[in-house]
């Protein structure tokens, strides 16, 4: 645990980075807020699946067709959320999002990279479409998810540190250029 503020980057990107490689890690999955075409919030938990803490990224994966990719198009802005029981630490993370779709090098370095048991998911209908069955088909794996599949790049400009702790909760925030450098870090009252 971070005792002082220059601690607490190198701490949070580690921990961020644990989480994209372990399912069993306390921040492998994050809450990612956006707003709607209405100018509603919405949230969803997504698997992290990737970080870079040079450029200030987080990356997570999704259906192209489903309604959360079509806001982050037309609202670019996103918060990502997480939380580790075990630490107490909050982790919410501000910026902007960059879409990659089948076709671009980002999202073919990622499906590349996916088992055949994930691409199914983005073999089947369109998240959010009806039922027309109460059977399940299954989906095939022959590459026709990948049409589907898309990249989510979150360009982190602003880190919210929280301890949650019972007798003297902490908090810090931390400032990111639009290269990932660390350009300013302050104690703020939780």
Not at 40 to 62: G, I, N, S, W
Not at 70 to 90: D, F
Not at 132 to 151: E, M, R
Request: aromatic content about 8%; hydrophobic content about 35%; charged content about 20%.
């Amino acid at each position: 645990m971070p005792l002082y503020l220059e601690d607490i980057d190198n701490y949070a990107w580690n921990k961020l980075e644990a989480g994209a490689a372990a399912a069993d890690s306390g921040f492998h999955f994050i809450t990612l807020g956006s707003i709607d075409e209405h100018g509603h919030p919405q949230a969803r938990t997504l698997v992290l699946r990737r970080v870079d803490r040079m450029k200030c990224v987080l990356e997570f994966h999704t259906d192209a067709r489903s309604p959360k990719w079509l806001a982050l198009s037309a609202h670019p802005k996103a918060t990502a959320l997480g939380y580790c029981n075990e630490t107490r630490i909050q982790l919410r993370l501000c910026g902007t999002v960059e879409l990659h779709a089948q076709g671009s090098e980002c999202a073919e370095l990622a499906w590349e990279k996916l088992s055949d048991n994930t691409r199914k998911t983005y073999a089947g209908p369109a998240p959010g479409s009806d039922v027309v069955s109460n059977k399940y088909h299954g989906c095939n794996t022959d590459g026709s998810g990948k049409v589907n599949f898309g990249v989510i790049v979150l360009h982190i400009n602003l880190l919210d540190w929280c301890l949650l702790a019972r007798d003297n909760n902490q908090r810090a925030l931390l400032h990111y250029s639009a290269a990932g450098k660390l350009k300013n870090c302050k104690w703020v009252n939780p």
